[in-house]
């Protein structure tokens, strides 16, 4: 494997509750290589959506280290974290949380409002996004007036706008019917294989997971069989 | 779409909320701007280059308190003072007390030479000067009743035990009150038998003289049974504000309450819509928006919905004082109603103040709180 593009070192993470400390992670080392589809499985509870965050620079871990692209995610301040989201980080969600009032194409530009990137330019980038995605026909839907399926696809390519290093989807197809699901794995794979994004997924559907190149399972904030 | 266009999406989500908080806005910026332009009106007389030359003397104790009126030849000899007339409120009612103006006995051969600001037909004032029963009376006033010249009008005495029979003579214009009615100070005398005077109306010879005026009709009447204040007529006329007690106060007190609650509002409506938001704020921050910019688009939202609803407030007291006459809506209560730059930028600076501070609390914790915690909000 080339250089990681994530290398995780003995990472944990512990919520405080109250007088209670309740651990996500417990010691976590793994790497993530350049252009692999990584899924993140285990049960409820197990630490994969925790490990994901951390991953993703939403959350900081308590102990340890996660570096991305030679940036150690937890050194980075919240205005410095939130730069480097913009850059490095595109995020699907399971909810695909969409804005409402904003159409598909307006959805999907939101991510490049905050570059210095002109009208015309963000309107290529946002119409190749949406092509990739098959979604060119639905550029003026609000999010209500579009399937799950297609919802999700929008959110897909409001992730890859930036063209981001890591693309990282918290249970895509937890929201989707079968057959939406399987467009959503597909996309995703194709985004793997032929763009050569890097993705980590994070599911506790095996039959989502066998899209992956390669299964980390975790279980009560452990890797099993060392990731 | 740009920022700006994001901010208005996120605005009109809501439309009849956005509305309401709108409409609520305009209405207590109305309120507040009525209110000030009101006691703009009632405390800040316009003061013009003839009126600074004119003073009143009034006795010394209240204006309730009259004067003899063997004073005016002794004040008419005072160095510096050009003309003096008497000038008594009369306090008369015009068929009913609801039909309140105000009416002066004066002298009528005196009163349109201090008097200079207004502009009157000569030959009307020249039989008002010959005729002892004669008026003249301010086109707003001649409006208000529908009263032409010629026309003869009762006043029934209510300070003063007399019935005066006036005729109109004449119509004046302009000055700073057109409403009120002037008549003959000798036919009061003939009707009271009283001779007395409520103040006198000094012409001063020019401004230099002013001050002196005043110091010396003072020190002439000092040692006297009723001792006089002079002042200025500005001065004068901001005594009538303390006849309604603190009216500045009680304004003010209100403008309060009006913003306090205009602030609520707002505050109100911010909160709601940035709790609908939570996720929706926690997506943003997940796609790279810092702090700054996430409070920046909550600050803008709420600073725009305020500045809508203060310019709707300001148009609408503007459109008040333009089209609707509220000297006779007040019942001749405010002569004029004119609603300044001044008082529009202060409604308009603290609309969108109010906006400003409505929103940083709700604002402040939506940045501060987690990008975890605002997913999980609705997940």
Redesign the interface.
């Known amino acids: 494997m080339d250089q990681p593009i994530v290398q995780i070192r003995e990472l944990s993470k512990v919520y405080q509750h109250g007088d209670i400390e309740v651990v996500a992670l417990n010691g976590i080392s793994l790497d993530i290589g350049r252009g692999e589809f990584v899924a993140l499985m285990g049960p409820s509870g197990s630490g994969k959506s925790t490990l994901l965050?951390i991953i993703?620079g939403?959350?900081r871990p308590s102990n340890g280290r996660c570096v991305v692209e030679g940036t150690d995610v937890g050194d980075l301040s919240?205005?410095e974290l939130?730069?480097w989201?913009?850059?490095h980080?595109g995020?699907v969600?399971?909810?695909f949380?969409l804005?409402?009032?904003?159409t598909a194409?307006?959805n999907v530009?939101?991510?490049l409002?905050?570059t210095g990137l002109s009208?015309r330019e963000r309107r290529d980038h946002v119409e190749a996004a949406l092509e990739l995605v098959g979604l060119a026909d639905r550029m003026r839907h609000l999010p209500r007036q579009l399937s799950g399926g297609q919802e999700q696809r929008v959110a897909i390519a409001?992730a890859l706008v930036?063209d981001p290093t890591l693309l990282v989807a918290d249970e895509p197809t937890g929201n989707l019917d079968a057959h939406s699901a399987a467009d959503v794995l597909a996309l995703l794979q194709t985004l793997n294989r032929d763009a050569g994004k890097t993705v980590v997924m994070v599911t506790h559907d095996p039959k989502a997971a066998a899209h992956a190149r390669r299964m980390v399972h975790l279980e009560k904030g452990e890797l099993l069989n060392g990731g | 779409m740009t920022i700006p266009g994001f901010i208005l999406r996120n605005a009109l989500r809501n439309k009849r909320r956005l509305t309401l908080t709108v409409l609520s806005v305009a209405l207590s910026l109305f309120l507040f701007t009525v209110l000030q332009t009101a006691l703009r009106e009632l405390s800040q007389p316009q003061l013009t280059e003839q009126s600074a030359l004119r003073l009143i003397v009034r006795h010394k104790v209240s204006l309730a308190n009259v004067l003899p009126s063997k004073y005016q030849s002794r004040i008419a000899r005072v160095p510096g003072v050009k003309r003096v007339s008497r000038l008594t409120w009369f306090g008369g009612i015009y068929i009913d007390e609801s039909n309140f103006f105000a009416q002066f006995g004066c002298d009528a051969n005196a009163l349109f030479d201090i008097l200079t600001e207004v502009t009157t037909d000569p030959e009307q004032v020249a039989v008002f000067k010959r005729e002892k029963t004669a008026c003249m009376v301010g086109i707003k006033t001649m409006n208000r009743f529908g009263w032409k010249v010629g026309q003869k009008v009762t006043l029934r005495g209510t300070i003063y035990p007399a019935t005066l029979e006036l005729t109109i003579r004449g119509v004046y214009h302009g000055g700073i009150d057109e409403t009120n009615l002037f008549f003959h100070h000798e036919y009061l005398d003939e009707a009271t038998g009283w001779h007395v005077v409520g103040c006198y109306w000094i012409q001063a010879a020019n401004a230099d003289a002013v001050a002196d005026v005043i110091q010396k009709v003072d020190a002439m009447f000092s040692s006297s049974a009723a001792e006089t204040k002079t002042e200025t007529e500005r001065a004068f006329q901001l005594t009538f504000l303390s006849w309604f007690g603190n009216v500045k106060f009680l304004i003010g007190s209100i403008c309060s309450v009006i913003v306090f609650t205009m602030m609520l509002v707002t505050a109100s409506t911010m909160s709601m819509a940035i709790r609908e938001r939570t996720r929706e704020i926690a997506v943003l921050k997940a796609l790279g928006y810092n702090g700054g910019q996430i409070f920046g688009l909550i600050l803008a939202e709420s600073f725009g919905l305020a500045l809508v609803g203060g310019l709707i407030g300001c148009v609408g007291t503007w459109f008040l004082a333009q089209n609707v006459d509220m000297y006779v809506l007040s019942h001749g209560f405010f002569v004029k109603f004119e609603v300044t730059p001044h008082i529009v930028s202060a409604g308009l600076l603290i609309a969108t103040a109010m906006g400003v501070v409505s929103c940083v609390a709700p604002a402040v914790a939506s940045v501060r709180a987690s990008v975890l915690d605002g997913l999980r909000e609705l997940d």
């Open positions: 965050h993703a939403i959350d919240e205005t939130a730069a989201r913009k850059q980080v995020f969600f399971q909810t949380n804005i409402p009032v904003l194409f307006e530009e939101l991510p409002l905050l009208a409001r930036t």
